[in-house]
């Protein structure tokens, strides 16, 4: 059986939000799953951000990140190096990954060029979960997690923006949504 990778970030950001090319992942989230969406294993790290290490109050009181958990954390390109390394061996079983949208793969993908980082992730599959449930189900539009797990006849568990409860309850929808797109790699 074929196992999933579900993963969430936070970033900084202040109201209003910020172009992708000035957030800075915070908050690293992964849950491995299998087809049924039942969790496996998961990751979860603090990030602390280069350019703008102080969190906005905005972004604390929406993601409930404290400024002192930002500060003990390591840099990301430490913090991807773990993640890689817990990845490593779920590789051979590995489908593919998703996420709620597109913003978290570019957002990895950002980071991953500003610190220099070749990384293999990248190549693996990636399945934008919003997009394919919104197909599955026939909407005529995206709808964010919270509304589509309610279309499911689920409740959102946890706080929401915390990467790795976002992740969990993104898993929760992978049975319920065929994987209709083409991955993006």
Not at 61 to 69: E, R, V
């Amino acid at each position: 059986m074929s196992h999933w990778l579900v993963i969430d970030l936070e970033a900084t950001t202040e109201e209003g939000g910020w172009p992708l090319e000035e957030m800075e992942i915070i908050e690293i989230g992964a849950s491995l799953v299998d087809s049924n969406g039942r969790e496996l294993d998961h990751f979860q790290r603090f990030v602390c951000p280069q350019r703008r290490p102080l969190l906005t109050s905005f972004c604390r009181q929406l993601t409930h990140i404290q400024q002192a958990q930002i500060d003990g954390a390591e840099r990301f390109a430490v913090v991807w190096a773990s993640f890689e390394q817990w990845l490593a061996p779920h590789l051979p079983r590995l489908a593919g990954w998703l996420s709620w949208g597109d913003y978290d793969r570019r957002q990895i993908a950002q980071e991953c060029r500003q610190h220099q980082l070749d990384s293999a992730f990248l190549q693996i599959p990636h399945y934008n979960l919003k997009q394919c449930f919104a197909e599955s189900r026939q909407l005529k539009r995206q709808v964010g997690l919270n509304t589509a797990l309610q279309l499911a006849g689920l409740h959102f568990q946890g706080t929401q923006h915390r990467a790795l409860e976002d992740a969990r309850n993104t898993a929760r929808l992978l049975p319920l949504t065929r994987l209709t797109e083409r991955p993006l790699a």
